[in-house]
């Protein structure tokens, strides 16, 4: 009992001593001063009296006792009793609570912590951007896409959008901002949207043949012009005959010449299978005139007048009208007249045109008159047939010759392969015949692409016994692309003895086109690039 008193002086007295100390301390400061010469010194010294100060409190008002732990590199760790345990406990328990949350760790003095989420797991801007695609984490707008009934509804986020678009710019930041959360776009197909919004999170394209017509539009309609672009070159690359008319109508609807005119390449050298095709029948009337103006289109007049009726028809019942002959004249309007309905033969016109029942009585007779009378009678027709394509020849031997022991035709093949660095249509090819006098042959002509057949035809052709070449026609003009090897083949039967072509030329240069050839495993008869038969591909450009 006595020692408590004692212990509580001592204790007393340490504090006291501190206290003294402290109110020593700017007296010391200011002799410092005023003794050192250098006074880069002051800070030194007054860092060693700081540090001294802070272990003579520490060992004054915190003794090593029962609670202290001495560490091995000298540091005094504290144990606080128990009762002061319990107290500090909550508190450190809501602080590791705070500590646990992403923004207090994200704001730790930006000291690299490790955290897992998507931030980390995508380290670039562009990855992080993609994943913003079409989700719902911060978006700040909703799209309704698509006619009513049909509609998705879209996120999106207005700053993404705006930096890609200067419309989206306008309707989000610009003087007349709309302020809805959802906008609707009842013209926009929900699909082509997507494609839309991807390619402005992330720069990817993905585009379809079933879609891109709608890309293309959505693309226009928002002023995004790399992915117009990648819509139009999609579709050159994807372009035949069959939707050559469809592609024709969508190019001058969204105002792409470079498109418009491979159309039109397209429709003159396959005009047959293009206005044929079903997709003929989907076009508007200002496209179907255009077409039917055409000078260069390489077909018969009793087919265009076929594919036109075809249009009345599909044109009437998107109209909701019964296809009559009445109807269908009525939707052509003077499209009908555009056709050349007296550049047909009068066996084709009778056969076709005067009963279709389109035309009126006094049209008839009129036309019959004009076959026949020699008065013409005034059409409403125009008379002159068109004058279609000029076929080109590549001709890739410098001679010809023929001996007795050869061309000989045993039903074996003579074949070549060919490439060209622009876009042609092979129409036919360019073949020897006998070197014997006048003879007939039966030939069969093939096209392949990496062993694919595109085209095949049977028919027969006339040689008069000399050495020029003689015409031998693919049903349809066949489509080529740039830099692909095709290989053309001809198996004949005729007369055994042929001329044949001499100082062949691996290259050859036919107005804006180049060709290349070389040699073909399927040649079985001794054609290849030196010489041989198919001295000839006939092409259009």
């Keep these: 009992m006595p020692a408590a008193p004692e212990c509580k002086l001592s204790h007393h007295g340490r504090i006291m001593k501190c206290v003294t100390f402290l109110l020593l301390l700017p007296e010391t400061l200011k002799k410092l001063k005023r003794a050192s010469k250098h006074p880069g010194r002051l800070s030194l010294c007054y860092n060693i009296l700081t540090l001294s100060l802070k272990k003579r409190m520490a060992a004054e008002l915190y003794p090593v006792n029962d609670h202290a732990t001495v560490q091995k590199n000298g540091t005094v760790m504290l144990s606080l009793p128990e009762k002061r345990k319990r107290s500090v ?75 890609g678009s200067s419309v989206f710019c306008a309707m989000f930041y610009g003087a007349l901002a709309e302020g809805d959360s959802d906008i609707h776009i009842p013209d926009v197909e929900p699909a082509a949207f997507l494609i839309l919004l991807k390619y402005m999170y992330s720069d990817e394209i993905e585009l379809a043949a079933d879609t891109v017509l709608a890309t293309l539009y959505a693309a226009k309609k928002y002023l995004v012009s790399a992915l117009a672009r990648a819509c139009v070159g999609f579709l050159e690359t994807s372009l035949e005959a069959r939707n050559a008319c469809v592609l024709l109508s969508q190019s001058r609807l969204f105002e792409e010449p470079e498109l418009t005119q491979r159309c039109w390449e397209v429709i003159d050298a396959q005009a047959e299978l293009a206005l044929l095709s079903e997709g003929l029948t989907e076009i508007d009337l200002p496209t179907l005139e255009h077409i039917l103006q055409r000078e260069t289109l390489n077909m018969k007049e009793a087919v265009v007048f076929q594919a036109v009726l075809g249009w009345a028809v599909a044109e009437c019942r998107r109209q909701g009208l ?62 002159e047939p068109r004058k279609g394509l000029t076929p080109q020849r590549c001709h890739r031997f410098q001679s010809s010759a023929y001996r007795s022991n050869q061309w000989r035709y045993r039903g074996r093949c003579d074949s070549i392969q060919f490439a060209v660095d622009k876009r042609v249509f092979i129409a036919g090819l360019g073949l020897y015949g006998s070197s014997g006098g006048k003879a007939e042959y039966s030939v069969r002509i093939e096209l392949k692409r990496q062993g694919v057949l595109l085209a095949q035809y049977l028919t027969k052709f006339v040689s008069d016994g000399s050495s020029s070449t003689f015409p031998v026609w693919f049903e349809h003009p066949v489509q080529v692309e740039q830099d692909v090897f095709y290989t053309v083949s001809a198996v004949l039967d005729g007369s055994e003895l042929s001329y044949f072509g001499q100082e062949g030329m691996t290259e050859v240069q036919c107005g804006k086109v180049t060709f290349q050839f070389q040699c073909s495993s399927d040649s079985t008869n001794g054609t290849g690039v030196q010489g041989g038969q ?8």
């Design 534 to 541: 198919i001295p000839e591909l006939i092409f259009y450009a």
């Design 89 to 163: 406990e909550p508190v450190a328990q809501s602080t590791a609570s705070i500590a646990t949350t992403p923004t207090t760790e994200q704001n730790i003095n930006n000291n690299n912590v490790e955290i897992p989420s998507w931030h980390s797991a995508h380290p670039t801007l562009q990855e992080r951007n993609a994943l913003m695609f079409n989700n719902e984490h911060m978006a700040d707008v909703h799209f309704i896409v698509g006619p009513p009934g049909e509609s998705e509804r879209v996120p999106a986020h207005k700053y993404v959008l705006a930096v």
């Design 322 to 383: 019964t296809p009559t002959s009445q109807n269908q004249r009525s939707v052509l309007g003077k499209a009908l007249h555009l056709v050349r309905l007296p550049s047909m033969t009068l066996q084709e016109f009778a056969d076709g045109a005067a009963q279709s029942k389109i035309l009126t009585l006094e049209e008839t007779h009129s036309i019959f008159l004009w076959y026949t009378a020699a008065t013409k009678p005034v059409l409403g027709f125009p008379v």
